[in-house]
């Protein structure tokens, strides 16, 4: 069965920087386009971030533009999110997915699947 894990979050501070992981198993990982969402307390999970199957494009969410970069080892069957200058709204739960085959639906949660068990972020002022 498909399985992802989600690893890195922990505790940082205003400005300081976190890498997560999510390891994959269970699939042909480099078949696929893979995503972070997050999720904060009280909020809906929002998207953050998407890698091609390839690496070749990527695409971020606003709130995350220039502060953020996904990346991914196919070898590995590995995806990265990288977190620089990172801000107390960032605090919020971390999930990987398996993405839509159709990068143009890449922004649509509802197409995404195999979701990992999120790892917490918290980021102090």
């Known amino acids: 069965q498909v399985q992802l894990v989600e690893s890195g979050g922990g505790l940082a501070q205003a400005g300081g920087s976190l890498r997560l992981s999510c390891a994959a198993s269970g699939l042909t990982f480099s078949n696929y386009n893979m995503g972070w969402f997050r999720q904060a307390p009280g909020k809906e999970r929002e998207f953050v971030a998407a890698?091609?199957?390839?690496?070749?494009?990527?695409v971020y969410a606003d709130s995350v533009k220039g502060r953020c970069t996904i990346s991914r080892d196919n070898a590995k069957k590995t995806v990265y999110l990288q977190m620089v200058s990172l801000k107390p709204e960032d605090t919020a739960v971390y999930y990987c997915?398996?993405?839509?085959?159709?990068?143009?639906?890449?922004?649509?949660?509802?197409?995404?699947?195999?979701w990992g068990q999120g790892t917490q972020v918290t980021v102090s002022s």
């Open positions: 890698i091609r199957w390839s690496g070749g494009s990527t």
């Open positions: 997915a398996v993405a839509p085959s159709v990068w143009s639906r890449i922004l649509s949660r509802d197409e995404y699947h195999y």
